[in-house]
């Protein structure tokens, strides 16, 4: 079986946009397949069936602060992409973004803006209106400053929905150290209200969230400036978090600085890979399916510096991480009894940031 595998980063080296390739989900080969299309410091992404929708992590877009969101449409054949239009993010360096269950709306998270933005999509062609909710409240977004040159202003890293009838929104602010609920009206108007609150111990840093696939209660969030896991409980009649457990991402005995970055589950359910930049290790958790808390399994160095992202093939037999200081994409087969991984094959790419599966 072939797949197709986009990937993307920042453009203020050698790449220029987006990139293509094609994965043997039999060997885990990756093979490039040239550029989809150029686009300035696309960072991140996400996908619909027939449209790609990245974010271009710039302070400025035409003259005002802020950065911006460009919708592309695909050639299967080619795999390339052709840019449908551009969309103002609401604020300065959008770094995430994620598509409603319709494939409706955009939602985006303002790093340096730090800000939440819903924009429409068109049914026609894909192509992006302008923000039609852009929630930020100042009286309510304070900053910890845990740590001072990181947690100076409000710095929202994600955005995510619930995945039950996604009746609810999740931003993680690493500079507050808050993880925000709102409930969002995907039927109709595709505005954000805030609806909760989750705080996390002053200096963690809280970056992205995952749910488990197996029980959509349980949810875990990995802090990126204290190293740490955050298991947690949602009440979907509630709308609230609830604490479960914490554990540490990094060996006791490891001394250095380190960030943590990317959280994700198989589709199997049983276990739960972080990416640790500096450490420079995929750490390994495997997840008790009663209670939903973590036991460190093991620690699987990425073969390259800062692993940025990392996704999972189709078939959940493979881990491609991208290692953004080391220019390098590398694949590693995943034992789906023991969770520990395998290197089988690598590639070169300039500053990977986000590499994904796109059927």
């Given at each position: 079986?072939?797949?197709s595998?986009y990937?993307?980063g920042?453009t203020?080296?050698?790449?220029?946009g987006i990139?293509?390739?094609?994965f043997?989900?039999?060997t885990g080969?990756l093979?490039?397949?040239?550029l989809?299309?150029?686009?300035?410091?696309?960072?991140y992404?996400?996908?619909?069936?027939?449209h790609l929708?990245a974010?271009?992590e710039?302070?400025l877009?035409n003259g005002a602060n802020t950065?911006?969101v460009s919708s592309?449409s695909?050639n299967?054949?080619?795999?390339e992409?052709?840019l449908?239009?551009?969309?103002?993010?609401?604020?300065?360096?959008?770094?995430?973004?994620?598509?409603?269950?319709?494939?409706n709306?955009?939602?985006v998270?303002?790093?340096?803006?730090?800000?939440?933005?819903?924009?429409?999509?068109?049914?026609?062609?894909g192509?992006?209106?302008?923000?039609?909710?852009n929630?930020?409240?100042?009286?309510?977004?304070n900053a910890?400053?845990?740590?001072p040159?990181?947690?100076?202003?409000p710095?929202v890293?994600s955005?995510?929905?619930d995945?039950?009838?996604q009746?609810?929104?999740?931003?993680?602010?690493?500079?507050c150290?808050?993880l925000?609920?709102y409930k969002?009206d995907?039927?109709?108007?595709?505005s954000?209200?805030r609806?909760s609150?989750f705080?996390?111990p002053?200096g963690s840093?809280?970056?992205?969230?995952?749910?488990a696939?197996?029980?959509?209660n349980?949810?875990y969030?990995i802090?990126?400036?204290?190293?740490?896991?955050?298991?947690?409980?949602?009440d979907?009649?509630?709308?609230?978090?609830?604490l479960?457990?914490k554990i540490h991402?990094?060996?006791?005995?490891f001394?250095?600085e380190?960030?943590g970055?990317?959280?994700?589950i198989?589709?199997n359910g049983k276990?739960?890979?972080?990416s640790?930049?500096?450490y420079?290790?995929?750490?390994i958790f495997k997840?008790?399916?009663a209670t939903?808390?973590l036991?460190?399994?093991?620690?699987q160095?990425t073969?390259?510096?800062h692993p940025?992202h990392f996704?999972f093939d189709?078939?959940?037999s493979f881990?491609l991480?991208?290692?953004?200081d080391?220019?390098?994409?590398?694949?590693?087969?995943?034992?789906?009894?023991?969770?520990l991984l395998?290197?089988?094959?690598s590639?070169e790419?300039v500053?990977?940031?986000c590499?994904k599966?796109?059927?």
């Amino acid at each position: 079986m072939h797949a197709s595998v986009y990937i993307s980063g920042y453009t203020n080296n050698v790449s220029v946009g987006i990139y293509h390739y094609g994965f043997d989900t039999n060997t885990g080969i990756l093979t490039p397949k040239g550029l989809a299309v150029e686009s300035v410091n696309p960072s991140y992404f996400t996908t619909t069936n027939n449209h790609l929708f990245a974010v271009n992590e710039v302070p400025l877009y035409n003259g005002a602060n802020t950065g911006y969101v460009s919708s592309y449409s695909r050639n299967k054949k080619t795999g390339e992409l052709t840019l449908m239009n551009e969309q103002p993010s609401g604020g300065e360096d959008p770094c995430y973004a994620v598509c409603d269950v319709t494939g409706n709306f955009l939602l985006v998270a303002n790093y340096n803006g730090g800000s939440a933005a819903v924009l429409p999509i068109s049914d026609k062609d894909g192509e992006l209106g302008a923000i039609v909710s852009n929630p930020f409240d100042s009286q309510w977004y304070n900053a910890t400053g845990g740590v001072p040159d990181r947690q100076e202003k409000p710095h929202v890293h994600s955005i995510d929905l619930d995945p039950v009838g996604q009746r609810y929104a999740f931003t993680n602010d690493l500079g507050c150290d808050r993880l925000i609920t709102y409930k969002f009206d995907r039927k109709k108007t595709g505005s954000l209200t805030r609806h909760s609150d989750f705080q996390f111990p002053i200096g963690s840093g809280p970056r992205h969230i995952k749910f488990a696939p197996n029980n959509n209660n349980f949810a875990y969030v990995i802090s990126e400036l204290s190293n740490d896991v955050f298991m947690l409980e949602f009440d979907f009649h509630k709308g609230k978090f609830n604490l479960v457990q914490k554990i540490h991402a990094l060996p006791e005995d490891f001394q250095g600085e380190n960030l943590g970055s990317e959280i994700d589950i198989p589709a199997n359910g049983k276990f739960l890979y972080v990416s640790m930049r500096g450490y420079d290790v995929i750490t390994i958790f495997k997840i008790d399916q009663a209670t939903g808390k973590l036991k460190t399994v093991g620690y699987q160095n990425t073969g390259g510096k800062h692993p940025r992202h990392f996704t999972f093939d189709p078939t959940g037999s493979f881990l491609l991480v991208g290692n953004k200081d080391t220019d390098n994409v590398v694949v590693f087969k995943m034992d789906k009894h023991t969770g520990l991984l395998k290197q089988v094959s690598s590639v070169e790419h300039v500053q990977p940031t986000c590499v994904k599966f796109w059927a």
